[in-house]
């Protein structure tokens, strides 16, 4: 019976043992598995870090991109319309010049062909004399004739510097600058006939004659030029 017993005790402790092994083996394996589990979570959010962090450096560098290329843009625009403005400035000039040179050319073409006499002839009532005049107008109308011409080219003058200034010797140009009776531009070239340009209207009648006669040759001529392109 002892041994019986003995035995039978041996068994129990081995069945007990291996038991003990086979739970302590669930719970060794499944402890495993969390922690494989564990690591393979960590590796996951780690791997989304590194993701999220690479996008960002690459929006900041498409952003720095795309920032240097509107600066870039914005340059090149501004650059752009100051060379636009400065072509039109120079054409505009060209232009001018052109329009003069074709003026003048048609004036001296003019001369040549019918003598002195000016290139839009005036067909208006000729002043018996100055004395129809007053102020600004008599003073002009008396040294016109001064200057040579005869009264006959006072009305192409006097209409030339009606629209030019109204015979208003303190006429100042805001846009120009250009002053005084004939609109000398600039006023001071008057100086060359008194230091009074300023406030002296003689002074004034006298470059203006002066540069008429070097430019146009005639009053009348002066003023066909200022009807055909606005200016004299």
């Known amino acids: 019976m002892n041994r019986l017993w003995s035995r039978v005790g041996i068994r129990a402790a081995s069945v007990g043992l291996l038991v003990a092994g086979v739970i302590g083996g669930v719970y060794l394996g499944q402890d495993r598995e969390v922690q494989a589990r564990s690591a393979q979570a960590q590796l996951v959010v780690q791997a989304n870090n590194d993701e999220m962090a690479l996008l960002k450096e690459r929006h900041n560098e498409h952003a720095a991109v795309r920032a240097y290329q509107r600066r870039a843009e914005g ?5 752009a319309a100051v060379e636009a403005r ?3 400035g120079r054409a505009h000039k060209l232009e001018k010049k052109a329009i003069a040179k074709a003026a003048e050319k048609k004036a001296a073409e003019s001369r040549d062909s019918g003598g002195s ?3 839009v002839p ?3 009532e ?3 004399s100055c004395e ?10 008396a040294l016109m004739l001064d200057a040579g011409y005869e009264i006959d080219q006072f009305p192409c003058l006097n209409k030339l510097w009606d629209k030019e200034s109204g015979w208003n010797h303190r006429a100042r140009n805001p846009s120009s600058g250009a002053y005084g009776i ?3 531009l600039p006023g001071d070239k008057m100086a060359s006939k008194g230091d009074d340009w300023q406030s002296n209207p003689a002074t004034q009648i006298k470059w203006g004659l002066g540069y008429i006669k070097g430019r146009y040759d005639t009053p009348c001529d002066a003023w066909g030029h200022s009807q055909s392109v606005g200016w004299y």
Do not use: D, H, L, V
């Open 122 to 124: 005036f067909t208006g």
């Open 86 to 88: 400065a072509a039109a």
């Open 126 to 128: 000729i002043p018996a």
């Open 117 to 119: 006499g000016p290139s």
């Open 75 to 79: 340059e090149a625009a501004s650059k």
């Open 182 to 184: 004939p609109q000398s």
């Open 132 to 141: 129809e005049f007053s102020g600004n107008r008599a003073i002009g109308c």
